[in-house]
C-alpha cells in the first residue's frame, strides 16, 4: 500500500523551467534510489535522472547540466528541476520511488513549445 504522486507538469516555452515534485506515502520503512523517467508515445520509458539515499546523482546525457535532482529524505520525496527546457524533453514524466520494489507514480505531462 504505497502511493506515489507527481506534479509541477505543464505547458512551457523553450528555454522556460519546470520544477516537478513527487512524495512517496504509505507502508513505507525506507527507500533507496528514486528516479524520474520519462516517454513519449512509441517510444521506451528513459531513465533521466536518478539520486541514491546518500545524494548521488546520475543523468542521462542529453539533460546533463539542465537538470537537477534532489531529495527530501524526512518526506519520502524527489525532485526534478528542469531548466533551459527543450521541445525534445516533452513527454510524460514519471516518478520512480525504490524500497523492497519499485513503486511508480501516475506520471504528469511535460509539454515544451517552440
Known amino acids: 500500500q504505497v502511493q506515489v504522486v507527481e506534479s509541477g507538469g505543464g505547458l512551457v516555452q523553450a528555454g522556460g523551467s519546470l520544477r516537478l515534485s513527487c512524495a512517496a506515502s504509505?507502508?513505507?520503512?525506507?527507500?533507496?534510489?528514486m528516479g524520474w523517467y520519462r516517454q513519449t508515445p512509441g517510444k521506451q520509458r528513459e531513465l533521466v535522472a536518478l539520486?541514491?539515499?546518500?545524494?548521488?546523482?546520475r543523468y542521462v546525457d542529453s539533460v546533463k547540466g539542465r537538470f537537477t535532482i534532489s531529495r527530501d529524505n524526512a518526506m519520502n520525496a524527489v525532485y526534478l528541476q528542469m531548466n533551459r527546457l527543450k521541445p525534445e524533453d516533452t513527454a510524460v514524466y514519471y516518478c520512480?520511488?525504490?524500497?523492497?520494489?519499485?513503486?511508480w507514480g501516475q506520471g504528469t505531462q511535460v509539454t515544451v513549445s517552440s
Open positions: 520512480n520511488v525504490n524500497t523492497f520494489r519499485g513503486y
Open positions: 504509505g507502508s513505507i520503512w525506507s527507500i533507496n534510489d
Open positions: 539520486i541514491t539515499r546518500s545524494g548521488s546523482t
